[in-house]
């Protein structure tokens, strides 16, 4: 298989598959939907009591609208910027045996006090400024003027086949790379196509039927069906194919491809292993 980058953002990309087939494409789009790690807080310490505030002079109760399990849950689904170079499984770390230490986990802190709403952008990595969250505009609660909120929260690495707020990546799919055969001689410029075209990509420039953008074809065949004439065919590459991806923020386009091929290289290699113990 190769793969030939048509586009590479920050967080999304697009990727052109040849000499593959969709068995192997959507063995990719799998391992860049469960397999990718990524940190997400996993266990959420909220504080009892009261609390008071700045100048000692007032306390809040430490209490919210929602259920503590609730908000813990959205804090889960936050991103967090990872650097897989950096940071270990917990229950693989060989630094602390699974203990949490600076290799396998973040501690954030959020203190926040009413009336306000509480974001996601209130949450600071205890000594590692650089691990801010990726979007500080996530609504998590809201606080009335006598509550207040103070948490200690834990992020660690996970995927996605364990939950879903280690999943990296969303809107993974591939499509058959289509190709478009125009029969300008049959064609007896009706125009039908290009009125019925939902993509808009048919045009007539020159007295002669053009394709002005193969890609965003959707294979709907919705041209060939209103031409009298057959002068257009449309047939789907099995070998060739486009894949689209987004990511979360907590990694960038280009690390959630480098690791997925990383981890599809392991995966293949370990199933070639198995099949020479058979022999």
């Known amino acids: 298989m190769k793969i030939e980058i048509m586009e590479m953002q920050e967080r999304k990309a697009k990727l052109l598959l040849t000499e593959t087939n969709p068995t192997l494409a959507n ?16 266990n959420v310490e909220f504080h009892l009591g009261t609390i008071g505030d700045e100048s000692g002079t007032k306390e809040f109760k430490s209490a919210t609208p929602l259920f503590d399990e ?3 849950h959205r804090l889960g689904l936050v991103p967090i910027p990872t650097d897989l170079d950096v940071f270990n499984l917990r229950e693989q770390c060989e630094a602390c045996g699974g203990e949490g230490c600076p290799s396998c986990t973040v ?17 600071h990595p205890v000594g590692e400024v650089e691990l801010r969250v990726v979007d500080d505009l996530i609504p998590l609660v809201k606080l009335a003027d006598d509550q207040a909120i103070l948490i200690y929260a834990i992020a660690e690495l996970g995927t996605a086949q364990r939950h879903a707020k280690w999943q990296a990546t969303s809107g993974v799919g591939y ?23 939902p993509m808009n990509i048919l045009e007539r420039k020159k007295n002669e ?3 002005t953008d193969v890609e965003a074809c959707k294979l ?15 047939e789907a590459l099995e070998n ?40």
Do not use: H, W
Request: proline letters at 3%; glycine letters at 6%.
């Open 27 to 42: 063995a990719l789009r799998r391992v860049m939907i469960a397999d990718v790690p990524k940190l997400a807080i996993e």
């Open 70 to 72: 609730m908000i813990a």
């Open 107 to 123: 501690i954030y802190s959020l203190n926040k006090r009413g009336p306000c709403t509480v974001y996601s952008g209130d949450l």
């Open 175 to 197: 499509k058959y790379y289509p190709n478009i055969m125009i029969d300008q001689d049959l064609c007896d410029k009706c125009d039908d196509c290009i009125e019925i075209c």
């Open 209 to 211: 039927l053009i394709v």
């Open 220 to 234: 709907c065949k919705s041209c060939t069906e209103v031409c009298k004439k057959d002068a257009i065919k449309i």
């Open 240 to 279: 060739k194919l486009i894949l689209r991806y987004e990511t979360d923020g907590s990694l960038t386009s280009e690390a959630v491809l480098k690791k997925s091929l990383e981890i599809l290289q392991e995966k293949f290699g370990g199933f070639v292993e198995m099949v020479q113990g058979i022999e």
